[in-house]
C-alpha cells in the first residue's frame, strides 16, 4: 500500500483547501483510511477518518462543519474538503490506511493558514 497526499499550501484565514491522497497497491474500498495533522512542537492528531466496515465517518470536534472527508473508489483517492480555515488548522497533513492491523502513511501535505 502506498499513498501520496498533494493539495497543501498557504491560504487566508477563512479560505479552503482540498488535499488528496492517491492510493495504490490496494483497492480504497477495503480500507479503513483517514486524515491526520502534525503543528509543529506538537503531536500528530486525528483529523477525520472513514470506516471500512459501514462507511461511518469521524471527525475531531474543532473542524466538524468545516472538513469533509470522502472518496473515489474508482480513482483510489482520498480527500480531504477543508473550509473556513483558521491559523490553528495550520500542521502538515498526512493522509493513512490500515489495512490487517498495519499502519501506511503518505509523506505529508503543509497547509499554511495565515492570520
Known amino acids: 500500500v502506498q499513498l501520496q497526499a498533494s493539495g497543501g499550501g498557504l491560504v487566508p484565514a477563512g479560505g479552503s483547501l482540498t488535499l488528496s491522497c492517491a492510493l495504490s497497491g490496494f483497492t480504497l474500498e477495503a480500507l479503513s483510511v483517514g486524515w491526520f495533522r502534525q503543528a509543529p512542537g506538537k503531536e500528530r492528531e486525528g483529523v477525520s477518518c472513514?470506516?471500512?466496515?459501514?462507511?461511518?465517518?469521524y471527525y475531531r470536534d474543532d473542524v466538524k462543519g468545516r472538513f469533509t472527508i470522502f472518496r473515489d473508489n474508482t480513482k483510489k483517492i482520498l480527500y480531504l474538503q477543508m473550509t473556513r480555515l483558521n491559523p490553528e488548522d495550520t500542521a502538515v497533513y498526512y493522509c493513512?490506511?490500515?489495512?490487517?492491523?498495519?499502519?501506511?502513511w503518505g509523506q505529508g501535505t503543509q497547509v499554511t493558514v495565515s492570520s
Open positions: 493513512n490506511a490500515v489495512l490487517y492491523g498495519d499502519l501506511y
Open positions: 472513514i470506516s471500512k466496515s459501514d462507511d461511518s465517518k
